[in-house]
C-alpha cells in the first residue's frame, strides 16, 4: 500500500506503439515512509571477522553474502547476521580474480564479475568452486536475469563497435547485444549511467545511458518495456552526450548520475545538483518523484538504500548508501552511531557495519 500526500505536479503518460511511456515529476509535498514500511532497523554485523568495506549484497532464503572490497573476498552469514564462512581468493590462479566488481545470484550460483580479469567466477551457495568463464570484455556492471545475467560498458569512441548491453549465458556465451552508443569524453566513463536490477521483476532490469534522464526497461531479449522519463533537472545538456560544452558536466551542471535500483514500485536515484550530490525516489506507480527534501521518514529509514534480497523469515534486507536520513520518534537505539548527517566523513562508509531490515505493510 503507498500513501501519497496530494501533490500538484501533473505526469504525463502515453503509449509509444506498444511502449508505455512516462513522465515523472517532482512533488512539492512530502511522502510518509512510516505508510509504506514497518519494522525497519538496522542490523549490525559482528565484529569478527572484521570487514574492510561493503561493497554488494545478496540475500536468499537462508542466506547473506557480502563481497568485502578490501579483503575481496565473500563473507556468508544468516539472516540473523551471525558468521559462518568466506570463500573466495585475490591472485592470478585459475580459480582467483585481481578484484570483484560486483556479485549476482544467477540460477542458484553466485556469480563474481571481475573487470580486470575481464571473466566471471561461479561458485555454489556453499561457496565452492564452479569454474572460472573468460568474457574477453571489461565490464562495468553486471545483473542477473534469472538464469542469465546482462552486463554494461561505458564505452567512449575508441571502441565504437563495442555493445553497451550484452545479455550473457551462465557459459559466458552472449545471447544478445546491443545499445551501441559512444561518449567523446573519456573522463565521463563510470560517473554517469548504467544498468540497474528490477526486484519487482527479476526477469527486466534498467538501463540509462550517460547524463540521461530516461530509463529503459528491458527485458531479457533486450526489448523495451517501459520508458521513463524523470523529469528532475529541467537540464537542456541532459543527454547531449556528445555535446563539446559538456566538457566540464561533472563540475558545472546538473545531472541525473545513475539508477540503484527498484524495489517496492520506487526507483533509487542520484543526481548532482548545484555541484552537489543528491538522491531522489520515483514512484513508479503514481508518477511521482521525490527528492531528499520531500522524504518525512518516520522511523529509522535510509533515504538510499540497495535493496538485496528477502529472507525466508518475510523480511527485506537492503545496503545503506551514501548519506542518511534518520528520526526516531522513541530516541536513538544505543547501538548507532551518534554522528548522522556526515557520517560518510567522520565515520567512513568503510566502517558503517550494518544492513537495514524491513518489512511492508
Excluded at 5 to 24: A, N, Q, T
Excluded at 55 to 70: A, E, G
Excluded at 85 to 103: A, D, L, M, R, V
Excluded at 305 to 311: C, E, F
Aim: net charge neutral.
Amino acid at each position: 500500500m503507498f500513501a501519497i500526500y496530494s501533490c500538484h505536479s501533473k505526469s504525463r503518460e502515453e503509449v509509444l506503439g506498444d511502449i508505455p511511456f512516462s513522465e515523472i515529476e517532482v512533488s512539492q509535498s512530502e511522502l510518509d515512509l512510516t505508510k509504506i514500511y514497518h519494522s525497519i532497523e538496522l542490523v549490525a554485523f559482528p565484529d569478527t571477522p572484521f570487514i574492510g568495506r561493503i561493497k554488494d549484497v545478496i540475500v536468499n532464503d537462508n542466506f547473506v553474502y557480502v563481497l568485502d572490497d578490501i579483503n575481496n573476498d565473500i563473507k556468508v552469514y544468516n539472516l540473523k547476521l551471525d558468521y559462518l564462512f568466506s570463500f573466495g581468493k585475490q591472485g592470478p590462479g585459475p580459480q582467483e580474480y585481481h578484484s570483484i566488481t560486483n556479485i549476482a545470484l544467477v540460477d542458484n550460483q553466485i556469480v563474481v564479475l571481475s573487470h580486470f580479469d575481464m571473466a566471471i567466477l561461479k561458485f555454489t551457495l556453499n561457496g565452492e568452486f564452479i569454474e572460472k568463464v573468460k568474457l574477453n570484455d571489461r565490464l562495468l556492471g553486471m545483473v542477473a536475469l534469472k538464469e542469465n545475467f546482462v552486463t554494461y560498458s561505458n564505452y567512449n569512441s575508441i571502441f565504437p563497435e563495442k555493445p553497451n548491453l550484452i545479455v550473457w549465458g551462465l557459459d559466458g556465451t552472449p545471447k544478445k547485444m546491443g545499445a551501441n552508443y559512444t561518449v567523446d569524453m573519456p573522463s565521463l566513463i563510470g560517473y554517469s549511467g548504467g544498468i540497474a536490477p528490477n526486484y519487482d521483476s527479476p526477469s527486466t532490469f534498467y538501463f540509462q545511458k550517460p547524463l540521461s534522464d530516461t530509463l529503459y526497461q528491458l527485458d531479457n531479449n533486450l526489448h523495451v518495456k517501459q520508458v521513463l522519463k524523470l523529469k528532475v533537472l529541467p537540464n537542456p545538456w541532459l543527454g547531449k552526450i556528445n555535446d563539446p560544452n559538456l566538457t566540464n558536466i561533472r563540475h558545472e551542471y546538473d545531472y541525473i548520475t545513475d539508477i540503484k535500483s527498484v524495489k517496492d514500485n520506487f526507483i533509487r536515484f542520484s543526481f548532482v545538483k548545484n555541484k552537489r550530490l543528491r538522491h531522489g525516489m520515483a514512484d513508479v506507480k503514481t508518477k511521482v518523484a521525490y527528492i531528499e527534501d520531500s522524504i518525512l521518514p518516520k522511523g529509522l529509514v535510509y533515504f538510499i538504500s540497495k535493496p538485496a534480497g528477502i529472507g525466508s523469515n518475510g523480511f527485506h534486507y537492503s545496503i545503506p548508501e551514501y548519506r542518511w536520513i534518520s528520526y526516531f520518534p522513541e530516541g536513538k537505539p544505543e547501538n548507532i552511531p551518534s554522528i548522522f548527517s556526515d557520517f560518510k566523513d567522520k565515520l567512513g562508509l568503510e566502517n558503517f557495519k550494518y544492513l537495514i531490515r524491513y518489512k511492508l505493510k
